[in-house]
């Protein structure tokens, strides 16, 4: 780069000569002085502005192996990640990082607009999601301001227009395929396991590849990979077949909430797999970088957009469980590498971020609140104690799961040290209604129907091995208390002493011994909804419950999961 006066030098000269000859030197340098420095300071800047990889997986709950070094003994040991290892080593690692909402459309309206979810209009459901295009998000911000931008397989869908908050199908690059997003049944069908995937990652290239051609030179980007392959559904035993992670590895390390059977472990090994696919994903993308000299003045960012679906208390739940999820952030030119940073994060807290370190304003309208601060210090541990919670919560996910198209409305605030859920229509079914539970006494479907079918019963659960697993076994010995975790209904409010129960089973909202501390949160998560003006609390608090957000959704005319 040059310095800034050989800069000023070679613009003055080479746009200004016939100036330089009319009024001689000196006089042209008083009259354009100011308009030439300010215009060498725009182009140093312009070239010191970093890109932006941005990976970020469905359903990937806080699993990664660079998470066992801080707590060894579970689930985390069994899965291996060493490119989202090598982005927490070489950057900042978050253990308490938080969606706002675990369901995927909400938590990105929410992480892409930097605004909690209750303030995006229709972007706050799952099916029946219309985006509002009033509402600033980083990615078009930053097209503005003279960014490359542009994504791969998912950003902000169900809803319409799909990925409308990232320039939907003008900023798409998907014409080397989306196979990648079925890794395991791609995979799993080929005789040659390696062969097909490597042909998967070739297609993780091949897209990034167009994206990076299209850009003018020396233009910044930002850009979005969003394969869905964590998502369900997976093929059974593919944990093992195509990873080596053997489902006894499990034994003893799945949280106490999940019956620890073979059925549950094997579908919590093939979870992991998926996990593993989308790192695979991930180095190829890093490693593009590094090949082209671009590596160290990308912000990569890696997180997920909730907890595991198919499984009790993660997907559509305010537990850990559902809502934490791994987060690290690596730019070697502007972020003290190899920390662990405590301190509280939220996902919408990533997009004013992402637009202070572009050298941008966020608009006043974003509830996030920027790390850029703590991303720049050297410091580890809680490095800004005023970031000591966060708030989260969930309407409508999947439509037609309780009569009338109604949502399950929560909202909670995570502390420290605790966890304390207000429910606000605890008569409701928390994962939608089943025969004999909301919906006339039938018949079960039996064990394949359910894995594979999430509208049978109990529909803001995706369709899985677990749950066909607990409805069936439901009057065993020991497994109703683990059915009524997963599908009875909740009292109106919950409080879970993280010191004491980790897992967050043993509710002490009506232990006399924890009145105060459940006033005093109480008090601040309403706060926070009046301040933010969230309609569950606002008016009449019926918001969510009236059209459009209980319109009729159609139903998909596939058997399988939801998104």
Request: hydrophobic share 35%; with cysteine; net charge negative.
């Amino acid at each position: 780069m040059q310095n800034r006066q050989s800069l000023r030098q070679s613009v003055l000269w080479n746009f200004f000569p016939p100036l330089f000859r009319a009024v001689g030197h000196s006089t042209l340098l008083f009259l354009l002085a100011g308009v030439v420095l300010t215009l060498a300071e725009s182009v140093s800047f312009a070239e010191e502005k970093p890109n932006f990889l941005i990976a970020f997986a469905d359903d990937w709950g806080q699993y990664a192996s660079a998470y066992a070094k801080l707590s060894p003994g579970g689930v985390s040991d069994v899965v291996s990640t060493p490119h989202f290892d090598r982005v927490a080593k070489e950057g900042v690692l978050f253990p308490n990082a938080f969606v706002n909402a675990p369901s995927c459309t909400p938590c990105r309206s929410s992480f892409l607009s930097g605004q909690y979810f209750w303030r995006t209009g229709r972007g706050a459901i799952l099916q029946g999601a219309i985006w509002d295009e009033s509402i600033p998000t980083f990615p078009l911000i930053l097209q503005k301001n003279g960014y490359h931008i542009g994504h791969t397989y998912k950003v902000w869908s169900p809803g319409s227009p799909a990925n409308a908050p990232y320039g939907a199908q003008a900023t798409a690059y998907n014409k080397r395929g989306t196979k990648f997003n079925g890794f395991s049944q791609y995979v799993s069908r080929a005789k040659d396991h390696e062969a097909a995937k490597q042909e998967l990652y070739d297609e993780v290239r091949g897209n990034f590849e167009d994206f990076l051609k299209n850009r003018e030179e020396g233009e910044p980007f930002c850009y979005w990979f969003g394969p869905t392959n964590v998502h369900r559904k997976w093929i059974a035993g593919s944990g093992k077949t195509l990873w080596g992670i053997d489902p006894d590895s499990l034994k003893g390390k799945l949280p106490p909430f999940l019956p620890d059977v073979p059925v549950v472990r094997e579908d919590f090994a093939d979870y992991l797999g998926e996990v593993r696919a989308f790192d695979a994903g991930l180095g190829v993308l890093l490693k593009e970088l590094e090949d082209r000299g671009e590596l160290e003045n990308t912000v990569v960012i890696v997180s997920g957009d909730h907890g595991a679906p198919g499984f009790p208390g993660g997907k559509c739940n305010l537990y850990d469980f559902g809502v934490q999820v791994p987060l690290a952030i690596r730019w070697p030119k502007g972020i003290p590498g190899d920390r662990v940073v405590e301190d509280f994060v939220c996902l919408p807290d990533l997009c004013p971020t992402i637009l202070e370190m572009s050298g941008e304003t966020p608009p006043a309208v974003m509830t996030g609140l920027s790390l850029k601060p703590v991303l720049e210090s050297t410091e580890q541990g809680i490095v800004d104690p005023h970031r000591d919670a966060v708030f989260v919560g969930r309407e409508r996910h999947v439509a037609a799961v309780r009569a009338g198209n109604l949502p399950y409305p929560q909202r909670a605030i995570r502390t420290r040290d605790f966890l304390y859920i207000r429910n606000f229509k605890p008569e409701r079914w928390p994962m939608g209604e089943g025969p004999g539970y909301g919906r006339d006494k039938a018949e079960w479907p039996g064990f394949d129907q359910l894995a594979n079918d999430t509208f049978l019963a109990f529909g803001d659960m995706d369709a899985s091995p677990t749950k066909a697993w607990l409805i069936g076994h439901q009057d065993d010995e020991g497994m109703q208390e683990h059915f009524n975790y997963a599908f009875g209904r909740r009292p109106a409010e919950e409080l879970y002493d993280l010191g004491d129960d980790p897992h967050q089973m043993n509710n002490v909202a009506d232990n006399p011994s924890y009145a105060g501390i459940r006033q005093k949160l109480r008090v601040r998560l309403m706060r926070t909804l009046l301040e933010t003006g969230d309609p569950r609390v606002t008016g009449g608090g019926d918001t969510y419950d009236l059209p459009p957000f209980t319109d009729d959704f159609r139903r998909p005319n596939r058997k399988g999961n939801g998104r």
